[in-house]
């Protein structure tokens, strides 16, 4: 009878881990009431890429990170990312540059063409603005109780250098779940497509 209990047990058990099942998260971009105050104008021939993003490689994962101390993360494998960590960045930095940059007020067309690292199709004629990302850190550090984000922005003209930037951000979350975590991501690339568009505008 004792070596059924334990059979039952174990069973259970299995079951049970077998049972829980798999998150997926993404990052999106939640838009600015206020960005009017920074939007912009950029000549019509012009297209902006967004790439490459370039990340460390321990963000170069399919887990949601935790940083528990300064040599210590905790992953789970229940809790993955949707797909990359760089391309969803690459993602949220096009569509949000969307929002705030617009062509001449001059032209018809108002779209901006903007496209993501590698683009397909680059047509002739058309001036290029690039902008590049290296990601130092962009997790939930769980002494701090912040997300961080510590990342260097380049911005190019054609193949020139016009501007570099290095940015850092926090920000606070109400809850340590996952949910919580990755929607301050989400705050925290916000903020990021806010300082792209000002080196955008200050450059153009």
Known sequence: MKKFCIFLFLLFSLSSCFSRKTNYYMLD?????NKKEISCEIPSNFIIQVGPVEILDYLKRDQVIIKEGDNKIRISDRDLWITSLDNQIKSVLKLGL???????????????????????????????????LSVNSFEYDKSLDKVLFNGTLKLYFNKNLLDSKVINFTDDLSSSSYEEITKSMSEVLGKLVRSSVKMICKNN
Request: include cysteine; charged fraction near 35%; proline fraction near 5%.
């Open 29 to 33: 971009y939640k838009d600015n009431p």
């Open 98 to 132: 969307s929002k705030y940059v617009t062509t001449d007020s001059n032209f018809k067309n108002k779209s901006v063409e903007i496209c993501e690292y590698p683009c397909m199709n680059l047509r002739d004629g058309k001036e290029r603005l690039k902008l590049t």
